[in-house]
């Protein structure tokens, strides 16, 4: 039956093209449009989503107020601070030390490699977050002085290596600095949803060891000097409201002459998940976005979807009386209202249909353009968790569904065969009464000459026709004005 239903829908489709157009365009761009918001809220939402400690991962952030005043909002913060906190705090688990490093120009063999952004980070840095390393040893990798991490990316457009394991061992040499750094592992590239973005990660204590470039003393256990980021990473099942209680006593043993100066210290811990989209802060080490941009395009897809519905609805309001022929047409032959509604349900889902797989589309299509009008990588917004896909097919399909289930029920043999034995009645009796007209003695039929303008020919053929429960009365009559033969007299 629902073959019938989707026949008879495709042919009304193609009677009135510039309906079907409008209707399918309009839903289409729509669906496009809100698609296209939803991925960019989604990539900003899904920012340093990928680590696996993220729920205890957290980053110290400071205000520095000085004579009452607040004089600084930051996420820089002294050095030794994170080192401080895992030996005063038991639920402090592991610390990490984070610096941009300035680098301009890197020699390798007889190459010169330019704008690579590089940071100084702890050994902890790779255990607390999740980056890859595609070769090399996570753990001792950033321990020695003069080690150096390089990106996939780096390793095989900018060094030329096939195989970028090959390069393990190798010696790099900064333009800023006289010793060597050695190629101690090679990362995988880092996530375009990272909040971090880096090309070499260099071992922090190549900052501050006699050993190193540097001699930076204050990069090693400084409070005077905020010039560094730390993150810290929590046990299990710790609450950073109770960590951040016991700062207090923090401040007052490490900070002992800020009260008579007036400067006040007040640290606390920000959620990493918060970092990008929930900052204020000053002196951020990467880019930022705003929970509430990201929101409020979340509602304007909304109304677009909205929109584009409403503007379907409305065609099909204005088609309704265009309409109205049809349906008493298909009334009289013998359909019924949940026939009709079948009917008009499956011309529905299949405009939806064509409506969803072209927006789908111009959606993948206008992509790569989308990405370069907000400033992402296009594979930033390329999304292939099934998942995802299937949630966001349920948001447009299950009130479809839900409709449809609604009026279509459950098939039922017994009713389908109860109706076949109705329909067959009803057809037996339609042929008797029509038979019984024909075979009426010429006397017993009422004469022309008394009928009014109408001239009905039979004024009660009546068929009483069984259609859900309910008994139709279908009068047969004729306005033709022609003169009927009484017979012989």
Not at 48 to 57: A, G, I, P, S, V
Not at 167 to 178: A, C, N, P
């Amino acid at each position: 039956m629902f073959n019938i239903y989707l026949k008879s829908a495709w042919r009304n489709l193609l009677k009135h093209k510039f309906f079907s157009f409008i209707s399918v365009a309009g839903l289409a761009i729509g669906l496009c449009a809100c698609i296209l918001i939803i991925q960019y809220a989604n990539v900003e939402l899904g920012v340093d989503r990928f680590h696996t400690k993220l729920d205890n991962l957290y980053r110290v952030v400071n205000d520095r107020y000085q004579q009452g005043s607040l004089v600084q909002h930051s996420t820089m913060t002294y050095s030794g601070i994170g080192q401080a906190m895992k030996q005063e705090i038991p639920e402090v688990e592991a610390y990490c030390r984070v610096t941009p490093y300035r680098v301009e120009v890197i020699s390798w063999s007889d190459k010169k490699i330019a704008d690579q952004r590089a940071m100084a980070v702890d050994a902890s840095f790779l255990s607390m977050f999740t980056y890859t390393l595609l070769a090399g040893d996570k753990q001792t990798a950033l321990l020695e002085p003069n080690s150096i991490i390089v990106s996939e990316k780096m390793a095989r457009e900018q060094m030329g290596a096939k195989e970028p394991q090959s390069l393990l061992g190798q010696l790099l040499v900064f333009d800023t600095d006289s010793l060597p750094y050695k190629i101690t592992g090679i990362s995988k590239d880092v996530p375009g949803n990272s909040q971090l973005h880096f090309d070499l990660l260099i071992s922090y204590v190549s900052l501050y060891s006699n050993n190193g470039n540097n001699q930076w003393a204050i990069a090693d256990y400084d409070f005077t000097q905020p010039f560094f980021w730390q993150y810290i990473q929590l046990k299990k099942g710790a609450d950073h409201k109770t960590v951040e209680r016991k700062f207090a006593a923090l401040n007052k043993k490490y900070f002992p002459k800020a009260a008579a100066s007036g400067t006040r210290e007040i640290f606390y811990l920000q959620p990493l998940q918060k970092a990008y989209l929930y900052s204020d802060f000053e002196y951020e080490i990467g880019k930022t976005g705003s929970y509430r941009i990201v929101w409020s395009l979340l509602v304007i897809a909304l109304f677009i979807l909205v929109l584009a519905w409403v503007n379907y609805i409305n065609l099909s309001t204005a088609r309704s009386l265009e309409r109205a022929k049809e349906v008493g047409i298909r009334k009289v032959t013998g359909a019924s209202r949940l026939q009709l509604i079948k009917q008009f349900l499956t011309e529905s889902l299949l405009l939806n249909a064509f409506g969803i797989l072209l927006g789908f589309a111009i959606f993948r299509s206008s992509l790569p353009l989308f990405a370069r009008l907000i400033g992402r990588n296009l594979a930033d917004l390329q999304t292939y968790d099934s998942r995802y896909w299937i949630t966001l097919l349920l948001i447009f399909l299950v009130p479809v569904t839900l409709v449809m289930h609604r009026f279509w029920g459950l098939p039922d043999p017994q009713a389908a065969m109860m109706q076949q034995v109705h329909f067959m009645k009803n057809v037996s009796l339609i042929g008797a009464c029509c038979l019984m007209a024909e075979k009426t003695p010429t006397s017993l039929r009422p004469d022309a000459s008394s009928t009014m303008s109408t001239n009905l020919v039979f004024s009660a053929i009546v068929c009483p026709v069984m259609t859900n429960g309910r008994c139709d009365l279908i009068l047969s009559s004729s306005s033709d004005s022609r003169e009927i033969d009484p017979g012989p007299k």
